[in-house]
């Protein structure tokens, strides 16, 4: 059974920092392009950052420059490294998996206060 559980979120102060991590269970973790989205309230959920299974990256031109995706396959982990955070960066936090079908986590919340 696949199974996606972030963790890390909660409230920082605009200008702080927060490590989000997405534990994977029930794939090969390493085959797959991993991804961060995100949704704020009343917007529609965006991607922020993606992952080749050969650790490339590309980010949302938001993010650029504040946030860091990075990968530990042998712990099957996914990461987003994020600083300089913005009160425009709350929002429910998930993680994704490119498998057929698709796989979601629940989402972690993350707050940032101006």
């Known amino acids: 059974q696949v199974q996606l559980v972030e963790s890390g979120g909660g409230l920082v102060q605009s200008g702080g920092s927060l490590r989000l991590s997405c534990a994977a269970s029930?794939?090969?973790?390493?085959?797959?392009?991993m991804s961060w989205y995100r949704q704020a309230p009343g917007k529609q959920r965006e991607l922020v950052a993606i992952?080749?299974?050969?650790?490339?990256?590309n980010y949302a031109d938001s993010v650029k420059g504040r946030f860091t995706i990075s990968r530990d396959n042998a712990k099957n982990t996914l990461y987003l490294q994020m600083n300089s955070l913005k009160p425009e960066d709350t929002a429910v936090y998930y993680c994704y998996a490119s498998l057929s079908p698709p796989a979601w986590g629940q989402g972690t919340q993350v707050t940032v206060s101006s």
């Open positions: 029930g794939f090969t973790f390493s085959s797959y392009v």
């Open positions: 992952m080749s299974r050969y650790g490339i990256s």
